[in-house]
């Protein structure tokens, strides 16, 4: 029986939810991370969280073998608020991967931290009012320089959306917001308005017909129209559109190709604010 700090004596935060996940669905986070972020992945001190990984653990498994690429000692633990969740995710345990019962206040070892954190499909169940508890709890643990993904997709992993919080300085900031559709199999006629259905609840609130979240899709639906005409697939025109994007509409983007080519719209924080109204501390702004 391992001994756990605050999660074994106090109660897990949180409650069950639905379970529902599927294989490769959250295949553009590791990516994200793999590419984004790779000096932080070859260099963690502490452990990957992947929080709430559902009915089975297949994101979690996959995870670590795609991020032990990067950093082969790297140790990722799954936590889930579900008992029976977790005793069914047991057989699944491999060396550097176990799974835990707990919740926002992650059970952890004595001394043990926190370099990464995805919550995926977990928040967005949540009362908005819970949300901001529920981070404070999840920073705690973490590593200076260590990383919150919350985010949302559809069942297949097709569309994602996530926040990026950075811990900084002993606090935790939102730095940035990530929109990745999965290129592969995406058609030219695809439309970002699609996004809509996987926004974070605090992008709705501000969804508004010719509001901030409405103003930003028109402008890349056309940009992406635009884009058409200059690429012969879905990847192209997604990068074109991506720069049109930035440089004819003002919204600043992380520019990278190694990001682009990927289908990662990784935006930075001042566009975030406007989109979600959140005023924020810091945050990469790669724009020009
Ligand atoms: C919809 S599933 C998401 C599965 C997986 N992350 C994915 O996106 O495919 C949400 C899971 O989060 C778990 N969960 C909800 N709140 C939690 C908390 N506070 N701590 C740990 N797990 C939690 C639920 O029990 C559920 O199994």
């Known amino acids: 029986m391992l ?8 109660k897990p935060i949180g409650q069950v939810t639905r379970g529902k996940t599927a294989p490769n669905r ?3 986070t590791d990516v994200y991370l793999a590419v984004a972020h790779a000096a932080q992945v070859r260099g963690a001190t502490g452990v990957c969280v992947d929080l709430g990984y559902g009915a089975y653990p297949v994101t979690t498994v996959e995870t670590l073998h795609r991020l032990r690429r990067l ?5 990722v633990v799954g936590v889930e608020i579900d008992r029976q969740r977790v005793t069914d995710a047991e057989p699944y345990a491999e060396p550097g991967l176990e799974f835990r019962f707990g919740g926002f206040n992650l059970p952890l070892l004595p001394g043990e931290r926190v370099s990464f ?6 928040l967005r169940q949540y009362d908005e009012s819970a949300v901001a508890e529920a981070l404070a709890a999840l920073a705690g643990p973490l590593t200076e ?3 919150i993904i ?3 997709c559809d069942p297949p992993g097709r569309l994602l959306t996530f926040n990026l919080f950075l811990k900084q300085g002993g606090a935790l900031s939102r730095t940035g917001f990530v929109l990745a559709p999965r290129l592969s199999g995406l058609s030219v006629d695809f439309d970002p308005r699609e996004f809509r259905a996987v926004l974070p609840k605090n992008f709705i609130h501000h969804a508004e017909p010719g509001g901030a979240v409405d103003c ?5 639906h056309a940009s992406w129209q635009a884009a058409r005409a200059l690429a012969p697939d879905a990847r192209g025109v997604f990068m074109q559109a991506a720069l049109r994007l930035a440089d004819g509409y003002g ?3 992380d520019r990278r190709p190694a990001l682009l080519r990927r289908g990662f719209l990784c935006l930075g924080a001042h566009v975030l604010a406007s989109l979600s109204g959140i005023v924020l501390t810091s945050g990469p702004n790669r724009s020009r």
């Open 251 to 253: 919204y600043s983007l």
């Open 3 to 10: 001994a756990l700090s605050g999660g074994s004596k106090s």
């Open 71 to 75: 950093n082969p000692g790297l140790r």
């Open 117 to 122: 954190i995805r919550a995926f499909n977990v």
């Open 150 to 152: 919350e985010g949302t």
């Open 145 to 147: 320089g260590g990383l």
């Open 26 to 28: 959250l295949r553009q």
């Open 216 to 220: 930003f899709f028109a402008a890349w």
